[in-house]
């Protein structure tokens, strides 16, 4: 027996999850033929030579790895997260050894002419295996360890992806703190992560020193408040020790996990280096391609910045930007508006089902979703560091559109029930 509170009903699948998905792979296809399109050539739609092409191939794969989610027990699901997350995790140590470098990050996996990126099912696997970790109660007030070890779960696979040098994909980790945070977990546990991110934020714009001094006045101002009351004042003295410590480490962390190309980026962001031929230009051309959309914008196949290739990564990372380029604010409003109902219909759903194992993993990957759609986003317009992880279901890649299909389906297998 798997032992599951997941029990059979003929409730059948939710169709507004399976419109949504469709139309995100849809549109991600089209803006990907776009990009690859030249108006002398063939632009043959089953040249498997060409991006698109390829995409064909990972699109009618999905599908099939969709279909066969959709016909697996859920009970099985529950009883083998365990066992995917370990398989995840033997993936990604094996990346270590035998892995091929793209971009800076050692984190695929060559066979023939694809890669394949372990690192994108390890979301999966993770969703998977907080859920079940959730479900067997160990989280609960009189068990405060248990939230060491969901913090463990995620940690682990955080520490292989910084090995690999792939900080961007361990950054979209940080997203399980709304399950998190769902489930109960004290505020007093949130504030310090919310400090420390603004800690990290400050150091890296400005440097150790201003961290310091304002750290400084921000303990003098406790301290001259709490002077009657010494339990107080040690806290404050602990907390001020250890929020140097983080700050010195910021730097240190900054200057050792991460590759150049990607403290270029981020130092550009912050306004610390000027690259007008580099990260600027990347950057520039970005915005120049998404502005000059404007409202309607220029139609399908005639977005010059897309067209002259003056967009970096225009099918993967930055395909967001041939989307406001050719469809302009009206496209990007269409594409936003399709992530934001499918994340609200994940989260709506959690809330209504039955089994606590389903909420548990949808909360899990709509907060992948939402932090990998904002990063994106952010980065095409210049809100956050380029750190190059996709658009879901719409960036070129098989990995991420098999990934993020596996991570939907489950969920659409799970609401069946």
Known sequence: MYGSDLHRSSKGFDARLLIYYLSLVVIGWITIYSTCYTPEGPNAIFDFSQAYGKQLIWIGTSILLATAILLIDTKII????????????????????????????????????????????????????????????????????????????????????????????????????????REGLSAAFLVPCLIAAFLAVFTLKFNETYAVALLTLVYIIFMI??????????????????????????????????????????????????????????????????????????????????????????????????????????GTLVVFGLFMALIMRILTLSEKHRAPFARYYGYGIAGILTVHFFINIGMTIGLVPIIGIPLPFISYGGSSLWSFTTMLFIFVKLNDN
């Not at 140590?93 to 994108?120: C, D, M, N, R, Y």
């Open 78 to 181: 529950q009883h083998y997260a365990y066992h995917f997350y370990f398989i995840c995790l033997i993936l990604m140590i094996l990346v270590l050894f035998i892995g091929t470098e793209i971009s800076g990050a050692k984190a695929w996996i060559k066979i023939g002419e694809f890669s394949i990126q372990p690192t994108e099912f390890m979301k999966v696997a993770t969703a998977l295996a907080l859920a079940k970790f959730f479900n067997e109660g160990k989280t609960s007030v009189e068990k405060r360890y248990g939230w060491l070890i969901a913090v463990g779960i995620i940690f682990v696979p955080v520490l292989i992806i910084m090995m690999q040098h792939d900080a961007g994909s361990a950054l979209v980790f940080a997203s399980f703190i709304i399950l998190f945070y």
């Open 225 to 330: 408040k709490d002077r009657t009351q010494r339990k107080k004042m040690r806290r404050n003295t602990i907390v001020f020790a250890v929020s140097i410590l983080f700050v010195f480490s910021v730097n240190m962390l900054y200057e050792n996990a991460f590759e150049p190309h990607q403290k270029e980026r981020i130092d550009t962001i912050f306004g610390k280096t000027s690259d007008p031929k580099g990260a600027d230009f990347n950057l520039n051309q970005s915005k120049i391609a998404i502005g000059s959309g404007g409202f309607f914008g220029k139609g399908y196949l005639k977005g010059t910045q897309t067209k002259l290739k003056f967009v970096p990564e225009q099918s993967t990372d930055f395909i967001f930007c041939a989307i406001g380029e050719e469809w302009g604010f009206m």
